[in-house]
């Protein structure tokens, strides 16, 4: 089997590494990869919104199975492409319909239909510059923190958490009239702030059955003690360990059983991951966001922990076999530590050499933003490598990883000391 792995991130590499334990993969392509991806497989130069470059790729190269590893293919409607197109249709695509990627591709999509099928979730209202009025006076009903969010993608920027009301005003006006996040922002979820402990929750549903994943925890904040700017993740443990047997039948019995249903009763086509972000408000779990795919960095702790064959997991996926297929995940816990360029989330810069890789014992190397640049592999993202091991314990897990990012330098390299720290 050829498959073709869209994406170029650490989720991706922690897909790709997987994918090749598989005896079903005969040959992985990565578009566009990264300096990790390529050690392992081919790297593929094709933008993911050019579908008609992706079509003759993938019929040139007689792919027979498309993973799509980001969201905004899939928002796009990369699914739906294949599946309306006489030469493509019977090349599966692990990832929702268009329809069912508005879970994350519209903050307002999702809302309505968490409130439709009564699944847990913080109260809200939407509102668009016609309606601005309403919404500072729907601000003036609710109590700070003011949540606002941008109702399309906006590159995981879209959340405000705001304390002053005023500025909560000021920035409602910003992003509906003076499109602060652009079109992403047309449209404004205003909802009220749930205070508890978060968790992501991953479901892999062939749009009859599902599959409940690995939980994992990660930290978004760019500083220790999860302070300072949002960041696109600073590391993950895999599994939550304050999940219980008795908080996961709730979270299966109120939010994973009712979401299945009603993507069946909304008649739309689903057959991939389904992220679940949660919080916990006093042991009770509501909904904060549905994603159409997995996690990153969440992805570096979970797809390890997987013992089964991932290309067998993905055919069961396709076949709506899913109900069959013996799912097997490791006791073990995990732990992942981002390293990240200088400055980020904000200006940083790129192109330093990393050094110290080969050194690296007992623990997995998965490159975000790297590339080889005269045979050199450099940085050329925000967050540049993760560093997965494994522990009886998530602590001894992530002294692992902390044990050997001593071995790895590059120029402003910079990581969170604290990945767990509140679970501990």
């Known amino acids: 089997m050829t498959i073709l792995l869209l994406g170029s991130g650490g989720r991706e590499h922690a897909f790709a590494w997987k994918i090749l334990q598989s005896s079903l993969c005969s040959k992985l392509c990565v578009a566009p990869g990264n300096a990790g991806t390529a050690s392992i497989a081919e790297n593929v130069s094709l933008a993911l919104s050019d579908f008609q470059a992706i079509k003759e790729f993938v019929l040139s190269k007689q ?3 498309v993973v799509v590893g980001p969201e905004d293919p899939l928002v796009l409607g990369l699914y739906d492409y294949f599946k309306k197109d006489a030469l493509l249709k019977k090349i599966p695509v692990i990832g929702p319909s268009q329809q069912g990627a508005m879970l994350e591709g519209s903050k307002d999509f999702a809302k309505a ?3 439709k099928y009564a699944i847990p979730t913080a109260a809200y209202k939407t509102f668009t510059s016609e309606t601005l009025a309403e919404g500072f006076d729907f601000i003036e009903t609710l109590q700070p923190p ?3 969010k941008a109702d399309g993608l906006a590159a995981g920027k879209g959340v405000l958490i705001l304390h002053d009301r005023n500025e ?9 009239v003076h499109a602060k996040f652009g079109t992403a922002s047309s449209k404004v979820v205003i909802e009220e702030f749930l205070d508890g402990i978060e968790l992501s929750c991953f479901v892999l549903t062939d749009g009859k059955n599902y599959k409940i994943l690995p939980t994992a925890k990660d930290y978004k904040r760019i500083g220790e003690g999860d302070t300072g700017l949002n960041t696109g993740g600073m590391g993950a443990i895999s599994p939550v360990p304050f999940v219980d047997e008795v908080l996961m039948d709730k979270i299966e019995s109120q939010i994973i059983k009712p979401t299945i249903f009603g993507l069946q009763n909304e008649g739309i086509e689903y057959k991939g991951f389904i992220f679940i972000g949660l919080i916990i408000v006093n042991g009770e779990p509501k909904v904060i966001e549905y994603n159409v795919r997995m996690g990153d960095p969440e992805t570096e702790v ?3 922990r997987i013992t089964s064959d991932l290309v067998a997991l993905f055919d069961a996926v396709v076949n709506e076999k899913l109900d069959l297929f013996p799912l097997e995940i490791d006791s073990r816990s995990a732990a992942t530590v981002m390293l990240v360029s200088g400055g980020y989330p904000e200006h940083f810069e790129k192109h330093y050499e990393i050094s110290g890789l080969e050194q690296v014992t007992d623990a997995l190397i998965f490159h975000a933003g790297t590339i080889i640049k005269d045979d050199k592999i450099v940085t050329n993202g925000g967050r540049v490598i993760a560093i997965t091991s494994f522990g009886n314990h998530f602590s001894e897990a992530t002294k692992k990883s902390y044990q050997n990012i001593a071995k790895l330098h590059f120029d402003k390299m910079y990581f969170r000391n604290d990945i767990g720290f509140d679970l501990l």
């Open 168 to 176: 909560a005003r000021q920035e409602l006006q910003n992003m509906l």
């Open 113 to 115: 239909f968490l409130s």
């Open 302 to 304: 979970v797809i390890p």
């Open 63 to 65: 792919v027979t199975m």
């Open 146 to 148: 003011y949540v606002l």
